[in-house]
């Protein structure tokens, strides 16, 4: 069964730090770029950030560079967006998602490229 399953979600002050895991089973990541996504109430969903399959492109939305870092290890089938010194505005919900793609260096910023998506993992920034 393909699955991706998001962790490491959470309540977190501002200023403060999370690590989400994007947790791959039924697929080999090694063909898959990687995206992440978010949504908050009342808001469209937004793209973050993108890895390829080879890990060596990634690319992120304004709102997040310098603060957030996604990488990938093929080895244990999972991706992750490092969040530090989060906001309030980045309370959301995150989503992983996947594209096959023969191409191992291009990273894909359109969620309606993806064949699969996770569940989600809530992000809360509050004090």
């Known amino acids: 069964q393909l699955q991706l399953v998001e962790s490491g979600g959470g309540l977190v002050q501002p200023g403060g730090s999370l690590r989400l895991s994007c947790a791959a089973s039924?697929?080999?990541?090694?063909?898959?770029?990687i995206g992440w996504f978010r949504q908050a109430p009342g808001k469209e969903r937004e793209g973050v950030s993108y890895?390829?399959?080879?890990?060596?492109?990634?690319n992120y939305v304004d709102s997040v560079k310098g603060r957030f870092t996604i990488s990938r290890d093929n080895a244990k089938n999972t991706v992750y967006l490092q969040m530090n010194s989060l906001k309030p505005e980045d309370t959301a919900v995150y989503s992983c998602?996947?594209?096959?793609?023969?191409?191992?260096?291009?990273?894909?910023?359109?969620?309606?490229?993806?064949?699969?998506w996770g569940q989600g993992t809530q992000v809360t920034v509050s004090s």
């Open positions: 890895i390829s399959s080879s890990g060596g492109r990634t």
């Open positions: 039924g697929l080999i990541l090694d063909y898959y770029a």
């Open positions: 998602a996947a594209k096959s793609t023969f191409y191992t260096n291009s990273y894909y910023p359109h969620a309606h490229d993806y064949d699969y």
